[in-house]
């Protein structure tokens, strides 16, 4: 016949605690790659990606669905500046660190911008 296993409560506590820690810990890792910088190919056989891939130093602003490049699956250009990944937002309080603009011409949907690009 088998014995239970009898466990301290000191073992259950730290034990709780050290789950608890790994959770929060791995919790607060999952950020998305917002601002951080994509590649756009102005060699793609997908227009939109090869249009916005071009840099022609024009100051025009793009965005296209990119799931490969960017885990908020956009990549766009600001006002002609490098391609970075943006996601869709309705106001400011949505983009950390950023603002929420209509920065495609007369698209009526808005993207985040870092503080950095939104001042230039």
């Not at 239970?4 to 709780?16: E, N, V």
């Not at 789950?19 to 590649?39: G, H, K, N, Q, T």
């Not at 960017?70 to 996601?87: A, K, L, Y």
């Amino acid at each position: 016949m088998l014995r239970p296993i009898r466990i301290s409560r000191t073992f259950a506590i730290l034990s709780m605690i050290g789950l608890w820690s790994a959770s929060i810990f791995f919790l607060s890792s999952c950020v998305d790659d917002l601002y951080a910088s994509c590649v756009l190919d102005p060699g793609s056989k997908d227009e939109a990606v090869a249009a916005c891939g071009r840099n022609d130093g024009s100051a025009r602003g793009c965005v296209v669905d990119a799931a490969d490049a960017c885990e908020t699956g956009t990549c766009g250009r600001f006002s002609g500046s490098e391609p970075f990944c943006t996601r869709l937002c309705a106001e400011d309080s949505e983009c950390p660190d950023g603002k929420c603009m209509e920065f495609v011409f007369q698209t009526n949907e808005k993207y985040c911008v870092s503080n950095s690009l939104a001042s230039q």
